[in-house]
T-cell receptor
Framework: GENVEQHPSTLSVQEGDSAVIKCTYS??????FPWYKQELGKRPQLIID?????GEKKDQRIAVTLNKTAKHFSLHITETQPEDSAVYFC??????????FGAGTQVVVTP | DTGVSQDPRHKITKRGQNVTFRCDPI?????LYWYRQTLGQGPEFLTY????????KSRLLSDRFSAERPKGSFSTLEIQRTEQGDSAMYLC??????????FGDGTRLSIL
């Protein structure tokens, strides 16, 4: 199948702490792994992505790691801020760009 | 803003009616995708186009659903004989194949 599993479903962190979200995928043809942030009532916004030939990518406070052998990838947010509160989705994509999404993680950053 | 645009933003209709949504992708993006998102879930792939060719349809897309992209630019998604279970946010995304998918704001469909 083409399942993407995402954990945890909810994550509450204190401002300034780190947040980690983990995803696993099953389709060996997946070679592209984006992460989207979605605020209530708004469109999903890409925050970072990684391709299968790369193990890690970082953009300021956000980093993503990929273990292709184990078929899992993770999102790391450091020094969390209240504006990081949102639902985060991982996805796994094939060569045609078709994305299979995880169920989402509700992140709440408390001041 | 030259992002992906979708119309209408909201659609309320009675069960059994037909509805049609429109998506205008980012200019020059040759790939266009439709997803459906229900409350508390991630977007689910429905179908996608490479230019005007519809290349894949999810099994989620029953025969009541049809999508077109006649000139390889905008796309329409039609749902015939709507059912309660069709209530969802319908999202459109586009890419040129090398860039990430950019999503529109979606069309929220409510079936009475």
């Amino acid at each position: 199948g083409e399942n993407v599993e995402q954990h945890p479903s909810t994550l509450s962190v204190q401002e300034g702490d780190s947040a980690v979200i983990k995803c696993t995928y099953s389709d060996s043809a997946s070679n592209y792994f984006p992460w989207y942030k979605q605020e209530l009532g708004k469109r999903p916004q890409l925050i970072i992505d990684i391709r299968s030939n790369v193990g890690e990518k970082k953009d300021q406070r956000i980093a993503v790691t990929l273990n292709k052998t184990a078929k899992h990838f993770s999102l790391h947010i450091t020094e969390t801020q209240p504006e990081d509160s949102a639902v985060y989705f991982c996805a796994a994509g094939d060569s045609w760009g078709k994305l299979q999404f995880g169920a989402g993680t509700q992140v709440v950053v408390t001041p | 803003d030259t992002g992906v645009s979708q119309d209408p933003r909201h659609k309320i209709t009675k069960r059994g009616q037909n509805v049609t949504f429109r998506c205008d992708p980012i200019s020059e993006h040759n790939r266009l995708y439709w997803y459906r998102q229900t409350l508390g879930q991630g977007p689910e792939f429905l179908t996608y186009f490479q230019n005007e060719a519809q290349l894949e349809k999810s099994r989620l897309l029953s025969d009541r659903f049809s999508a077109e992209r006649p000139k390889g630019s905008f796309s329409t998604l039609e749902i015939q004989r709507t059912e309660q279970g069709d209530s969802a946010m319908y999202l459109c995304a586009s890419t040129d194949g090398n860039q990430p998918q950019h999503f529109g704001d979606g069309t929220r469909l409510s079936i009475l």
